[in-house]
């Protein structure tokens, strides 16, 4: 399809994020077209390396993906445009042409969705008093049975606290969930 415009030339492609970092170093283009989802370095890893190396090539996420995470990774790693795979020919080559230029291009969804964003940024979730007690005693490196007799609790009650505090920081274990709350400024709020 890019082939039979002019003015665009395919100069290579790739089926993985380290097979496109290596094409972008070998062909250095203009404009890269990026998917999110692919084997090994997925698409914003694989931005982020080829713009750290070839900060004046563009990349555009080409992707079916389009969650707010998914979104705010790739233009983090420094896109130039996020379009849906079901854009048009029309709307695919006005983007490249665009990015090329180094404008920012977006399609309209992935746009409102980045406003949607930054009128209503997401909140730290609410941690109950309990829970940031346990939490913090947990960044202590303190056991659940050292936490139950701090607090006054069995470690039955320890264990609940913890999961549903899991829960609220979207972690699956003690660490990510201390290094999470510390991130969010959570744990400054409540000692034991």
Same mark, same amino acid.
């Given at each position: 399809?890019?082939?039979?415009? +002019?003015?665009?030339?395919? *100069? $290579?492609?790739? $089926?993985?994020?380290?097979?496109?970092?290596?094409?972008?170093?070998?062909?250095?283009?203009?404009?890269?077209? @990026?998917?999110?989802? @692919?084997?090994?370095?997925?698409?914003?890893?694989?931005?982020?390396?080829?713009?750290?190396?070839?900060? !004046? =090539?563009? *990349? %555009? %996420?080409?992707?079916?993906?389009? =969650?707010?995470?998914?979104?705010?990774?790739? %233009?983090?790693?420094?896109?130039?445009?996020?379009?849906?795979?079901?854009?048009?020919?029309?709307?695919?080559?006005?983007?490249? #042409?665009?990015?090329?230029?180094?404008?920012?291009?977006?399609?309209?969804? *992935?746009?409102?969705?980045? %406003? !949607?964003?930054?009128?209503?940024?997401? !909140?730290? +979730? /609410?941690?109950?008093?309990?829970?940031?007690?346990?939490?913090?005693?947990?960044?202590?490196?303190?056991?659940?049975?050292?936490?139950?007799? =701090?607090?006054? /609790?069995?470690?039955? &009650?320890?264990? &609940?606290?913890?999961?549903?505090?899991?829960?609220?920081?979207?972690?699956?274990? #003690? =660490?990510?969930? *201390?290094?999470?709350? @510390?991130?969010?400024?959570?744990?400054? !709020?409540?000692? +034991?």
């Amino acid at each position: 399809m890019l082939e039979s415009e +002019p003015d665009l030339t395919v *100069v $290579g492609e790739a $089926g993985s994020g380290d097979e496109a970092v290596t094409a972008a170093h070998t062909h250095r283009p203009d404009v890269i077209l @990026m998917d999110l989802r @692919m084997p090994g370095l997925d698409g914003a890893g694989a931005t982020d390396r080829i713009l750290a190396a070839l900060p !004046q =090539t563009r *990349v %555009v %996420v080409l992707t079916t993906y389009d =969650t707010d995470a998914d979104i705010l990774r790739a %233009v983090e790693a420094g896109a130039s445009g996020y379009l849906l795979k079901d854009a048009s020919r029309t709307d695919l080559t006005t983007a490249i #042409r665009a990015a090329a230029r180094g404008e920012t291009v977006l399609a309209p969804s *992935v746009a409102g969705r980045l %406003v !949607q964003q930054i009128r209503n940024p997401p !909140q730290p +979730p /609410i941690l109950s008093t309990r829970e940031l007690q346990v939490l913090s005693l947990v960044a202590t490196g303190a056991t659940n049975a050292d936490i139950g007799r =701090t607090l006054h /609790i069995t470690e039955a &009650t320890v264990k &609940t606290h913890l999961l549903r505090t899991f829960n609220k920081l979207d972690v699956s274990d #003690r =660490t990510a969930a *201390v290094t999470t709350a @510390m991130s969010l400024g959570l744990l400054s !709020q409540t000692r +034991p």
